[in-house]
């Protein structure tokens, strides 16, 4: 595993269970990581002059009692590479820009967030971050164990798939995990009445199409002896579909591609995606190419 070297760990102390901290801290070992940043956010809070004159004492450095209890948190949860850098940092302001802004600094490749399993107002900055962010992101649910075994892959066979399957690999492999599905969520066209086949003829149809597209797909895989299982699923809603296999297979981690665009350097991740960051109660990491979108957020952060 080649591509992780430099994390950023967001950490939050509300109802902080260690959960993101130790899954960053597998990654790191899995991945022989250089450097992992562990970032506090807090917002802004105006405090009156002579407030602060009447009561010097009520309100300690920011920076420096956010440190100690981040490297608290650190002592207590993380175990990673013994050969990485630890570094903590606070920063005062928009959480979604102050993260972005020390992704870029930092020149990071992961972008580590903890999340409740129940979809919360936090869910937005994960969409946003998810979206502007120059590198790829793991959303880890509260209470989540730093391990996994049961790897899924929701493919439709383009390039940003493929990249979705490297990483899939890159983790099996060092992991020492010896499978992974890949997931092909399939519909049949609301037209297919016009052709005079049967709405279960169509769907083998599509089902055969698909099965055709994978194997043609597969094949540019370095698969590395790992074993890959295709699913094939019929189901309108694609969320839905992956939702329903990562209950029917016990999947412990789901690994998704962003979607790429043409017009511009940004990335859509997509409705599916987005409708799992919020939703999803097992890890979900969500793959982009390092860089990606960097002229959009280098305008962000000069707004």
């Known amino acids: 595993m080649y591509r992780y070297k430099r994390l950023l760990v967001g950490v939050s102390f509300a109802s902080q269970d260690g959960s993101s901290i130790r899954y960053a801290a597998m990654i790191s070992r899995l991945a022989k990581s250089e450097k992992i940043t562990f970032v506090h ?8 002059e002579d407030l602060l004159e009447q009561y010097p004492d009520l309100f300690p450095p920011i920076d420096e009692y956010s440190q100690q209890e981040m490297e608290a948190l650190v002592k207590e949860y993380f175990d990673g590479h013994p050969g990485a850098q630890l570094e903590y940092e606070v920063a005062e302001g928009s959480p979604l820009i102050e993260l972005l802004r020390r992704t870029k ?16 107002a936090s869910g937005t900055l994960f969409g946003k971050l998810a979206r502007e962010a120059p590198c790829s992101l ?10 996994f075994t049961n790897i899924l892959v929701p493919t439709d066979f383009s390039e940003n798939s493929m990249d979705a399957m490297e990483v899939a690999v890159g983790l099996a492999s060092a992991s020492g995990t010896p499978e992974i ?11 297919y009445y016009k052709t005079g086949k049967s709405h279960e003829e169509f ?6 199409h698909a099965e055709k597209n994978y194997q043609e797909f597969i094949k540019k895989v370095d698969l590395r002896g790992i074993a890959a299982t295709p699913i094939f699923k019929l189901e309108e809603k694609e969320y839905r ?6 209950e029917e297979h016990g999947i412990d981690l789901l690994i998704v591609g962003a979607r790429g665009r043409k017009a511009g350097a940004g990335v859509l991740l997509g409705s599916v995606t987005e409708h799992l960051i919020q939703t999803t109660t097992i890890p979900l990491l969500a793959v982009k190419k390092k860089g990606t979108g960097m002229s959009l957020l280098d305008a962000l952060l000069r707004l």
Not at 106 to 118: A, G, S, T
Not at 241 to 246: A, L, R, T
């Open 41 to 48: 956010v807090v917002s802004k809070v105006d405090i009156p």
């Open 138 to 147: 793991l959303f880890i649910p509260e209470g989540t164990g730093p391990q």
């Open 203 to 208: 769907a083998e149809i599509m089902k055969g």
């Open 181 to 191: 599905h890949c997931l092909h969520v399939y519909d049949v066209p609301i037209g």
């Open 105 to 120: 600094q930092e020149k990071i490749d992961l972008i580590v967030m903890r999340k409740r399993r129940k979809p919360t």
């Open 241 to 246: 579909g992956i939702e329903e296999v990562i």
